[in-house]
Structures are given as C-alpha cells and as structure tokens.
C-alpha cells in the first residue's frame, strides 16, 4: 500500500486464542487488501504481531487503534483466557502511534458488526420472528472458547457489556450429561461450558465418549469432523448429537436471560464447521425445550454469521465512534 498522510488510517486487530487478525481501516470502511493473520504461537506477544503487520503496510502512522481479544478485559487491560498474552492500551498506542487506543472483548467487537456485514453473511439456522430496529440482540462466540454478549441500542449509541460466560457450569438435565459433568470436573478441574462448546470441547466429549464405550482414543476436531462427513464413527456420531444438544440448552438460557427479539447470531469457526449438523440433530428442538415456555423460545431467530472478519468491522466502527469529529 502507497504510504498516506499521518492519521488517514485506524488499525485493528482480532486476537483469538490461537490466530490474530489484523487490517487497516479508513473510518469504519475495512480495507481488505490489507488483512493478515498471523499464528499466535510464532511471536511473543502482540506488539511484535503489530510491529510486524504495520512494517509490511510501510509504517503508516494511525490515528487510531482498536483490538478486540478472546479474554477479559477491564480497565484498558485484556488477559487472553486461552493465549498467555497481556494486551493493554498503552501498548497498543505504542506499536501503532496512535492518540485513540479502545481494547475490546472479542464478542463485544461482534456485537459492534451487527448491521454492518454484507447480507450474504447471514444465514439463518432457525426461523423467528424479526425484531424492531431496538430489539436486543445476542452474539454467541464458538471457537477455541466459548462466550456471548448481548448487544443494546441505547440513547447514547449502541451498548455492547462483556461477559465470560463460557466459564459457566454447564448446565445437567440427563445422567449421560451430569456423567460428562463429573468426568470435565475430574480431567479438566471444571465442568464448564467452554470445556465442551469449544474447538476442545468437542475432542473432550469424544474422548470421554470413546472410553466409556471401551476402545480410548485420541483425535482431533478436524478428524472428529472428517469421520463425520464420512459416515463411519458411531463415537463421532454420538459426540456431535451431545454437542448439538448441549449448544441447544444452552442458546435457550442465554435467550432466556437477554431476550434478544433481534435475533441471536452465532459466530467462530466452530459455529460455522457444526453448522450443517445442527438441524440433523436438533439444536432448536433443545433450545426451545424450556417447559411451559416452549411456545414463548420461538420468538428468538438463530443466524450463523459467515465472515470470518466481522470482529475488525466491528472494531472499526466502535472506533471511528470514539475518534475526534
């Protein structure tokens, strides 16, 4: 890219637990040719990930930064919850000499997309009703984690809160799911909602379930996925129908708690790999398996968000709200 006048460019950056994404943005547009991602495991933290994405761009000096990580974050500091990274906001200022610095959670910066992707980016996984333009909407985050947060239009702009709920119990309905309770727990030290909606997750419960039917193995996510699209593993079978349903209990009480009327929009790479197996096993039948409110679970529509880059466009426009008019 042709080098450009100081304070022409934002940067943001997506830092999932395994992957980071980084781009250059001009206001809240996303400039695409610029995206990189870099592998987590090569460098020592995010400011040589920085250092090296804006020496390939020609050192472009940045009016602002925004970076949205898969972890807490409180007071300008992010602690990655599955990625031995610190991000705060004077480090990023630093690498990017920028003088307006936001550090987000990752599913906050979703939740700052809502409304700016492209309509081919949307798909739908199960029907509702359509929500006015201030409905509260949720994200929901399955990846190398597991997270949500809610998204509100307020009267000041729009809200998006964090939240770590895939450190949460898992919630227990069957003998089979308090037995791969008491396993998480004795394996892992804590049955949580992450340690099965995950990338992880899915090998943990395979795991679990291949030891328990007496023949132990171990296996990858992909490999899970491959025996899947194969038709030959009773043990992969069985692992997505328990995945599919856990998912399903648990969209019903996230929904249940926020109310999103505008929709719920699953996002990650693994909400995208299980996406083909979820009517086949019935997510929304488990999601809407809430008793007397059974009939009340239909009014929350489900969409599966397709662009792998929707955190930087949220990024850039949470940004471009906070920068100098």
């Known amino acids: 890219m042709a080098k450009a006048p100081a304070n022409t460019y934002s940067l943001l950056a997506d830092i999932g637990g395994t992957n980071t994404r980084v781009a250059l943005a001009r206001g809240t547009e996303l400039l695409p040719e610029t995206i990189r991602r870099y592998r987590n495991a090569d460098y020592p933290g995010l400011e040589t990930v920085l250092s090296a994405f804006l020496a390939e761009e020609g050192n472009p000096d940045c009016v602002g930064a925004c970076v949205a990580a898969a972890g807490p974050v409180r007071d300008g500091v992010a602690n990655l919850t599955n990625l031995d990274w610190t991000i705060d906001a004077a480090t990023v200022a630093r690498a990017a000499h920028a003088e307006t610095v936001a550090v987000l959670n990752d599913l906050q910066a979703q939740g700052h997309a809502l409304g700016h992707l492209d309509a081919g980016a949307l798909t739908t996984l199960v029907e509702g009703p359509e929500g006015g333009p201030q409905a509260t909407r949720l994200v929901i ?34 003998e ?30 395979y795991s679990w379930l291949a030891r328990r039917g007496g023949q132990p193995r171990e296996v990858s996510s992909a490999e899970v996925f491959a025996a899947l699209e194969a038709g030959n593993d009773p043990v992969a079978e069985e692992t997505m129908r328990l995945f599919v349903k856990i998912l399903g209990t648990v969209t019903g009480n996230l929904s249940l708690i926020h109310l999103p009327f505008g929709g719920i929009f699953l996002i990650g790479g693994m909400a995208r790999a299980v996406t083909p197996w979820l009517g086949r096993f019935g997510y929304a039948e488990a999601m809407r398996d809430k008793g007397r409110f059974a009939g009340f679970m239909k009014n929350f529509a489900v969409h599966v968000i397709e662009d792998d880059y ?10 471009a709200a906070r920068l100098p008019r």
């Open 141 to 174: 985050g399955l990846g190398t984690g597991f997270n949500c947060a809610p998204v509100y239009e307020a009267p000041g702009g729009r809200f998006v809160p964090p939240a770590e709920a895939g450190h949460a119990n898992l919630p227990i309905r069957t």
């Open 176 to 205: 089979e799911e308090l037995e791969l309770c008491r396993e998480l727990e004795t394996v892992h030290g804590f049955p949580s909602v992450e340690e099965v909606l995950s990338g992880r997750g899915l090998v943990h419960t």
């Open 310 to 319: 929707a955190a930087l466009t949220g990024c850039a426009h949470h940004l």
